[in-house]
């Protein structure tokens, strides 16, 4: 079985306009977010055989954030085609990863992830908010998640995390 992890970043800072979209640092709510979301995916024993994430400074930094309790780093991967991809880009860089990978988290930007949230599992959701993180699961090869068998197993949000 196979457990598709999709996260948004951590909310971003807008303190320095100068900055281009792409070098945009977390903002101190982000950096909490983040925190509260490594401590979730720690208490919950939750793991990944491979990370693929947007280069943007804010991905990174989430990422650093939320791996920050693990003993053994994931390896990752960073690739520009992440950085404002669409729904069905992002699909077809799951459909190419090797089915030896069990546990994948792609960190992206919205609403490329939001939408590929709603095609893969047939859910409507309301709100993908930054720090959003989806478990996708019921799929054995990752070449088959537009199958329309998908589960949307979780999807957790910031707000969630300060009430747990």
Known sequence: MKNLFLLRHAKSSWDNAALVDFNRPLSKRGISNAILLS???????????????????RTQSTLDLVLSSFDSIPTTTYKESIY?????SLSQLIKEQDDEINNLLIIGH???LHILTETLTNESIVKFPTCAFVKIT?????KDIDAGILNLESLITPKELKND
């Open 138 to 142: 019921n799929f054995n090869y990752w």
């Open 84 to 88: 404002h991809a669409s729904a069905s």
């Open 110 to 112: 919205n609403p490329g």
């Open 39 to 57: 401590k979730y995916i720690q208490k919950n024993s939750i793991s990944f055989d491979l990370v693929l994430s947007s280069p943007s400074e």
